[in-house]
Each structure stands twice: as C-alpha cells, then as structure tokens.
C-alpha cells in the first residue's frame, strides 16, 4: 500500500480541466488523458497541497451533505498516489 500525503496535491505533469465536448472533468497529460466520475473530479480539485485529506473529507461531507466518506476520499487519494496524478 502506498503511503497517503497528508497535504495531497495535483502532480504537475497532470492538468485537471472540464471537457465540454465529454461533459466531464477529464486529467490531462502529455501523453493522453484520464476521464473521471464526479466524485473522482470533486476530490481532485481539492488536491492543492494546501489541504490536509481531513480537511478535504469535512469539506465533501459539508458541501455535498453526506457522511462516512473517508475511506472512499483516501482510497483515491492512495490510487492517485499510486498513478503518479498525486504528489
């Protein structure tokens, strides 16, 4: 298992952008491009090395009015980490 940062952030080899034509919020890269799902796209754009994964769980549960999602924010964080689109 990878070690999880305690500030994640957006590696800068990736871009995160919305793609109209797709109708989703995709990852660019120089070599292509990730789509992901909302949720997926909702935790990256918190990824700025700012927060801490506490911080971006309490903000999802707050925005989003939902609880228990820790393990789902950590566990795409790990899988970021693992596919080098977090630092």
């Known amino acids: 298992m990878t070690a999880i940062s305690t500030h994640p952030r957006l590696s800068r080899r990736f871009r995160l952008q919305y793609e109209s034509a797709q109708e989703r919020w995709v990852l660019l890269y120089p070599e292509g491009m990730v789509q992901l799902n909302e949720s997926a796209a909702e935790i990256l754009k918190r990824c700025d090395g700012e927060r801490t994964v506490a911080a971006i769980v309490e903000e999802l549960e707050t ?23 977090i630092d």
């Open 63 to 85: 925005t989003f009015s939902i609880q228990g999602i820790g393990r789902q924010v950590k566990d795409l964080i790990e899988e970021g980490g693992r596919r080098g689109w």
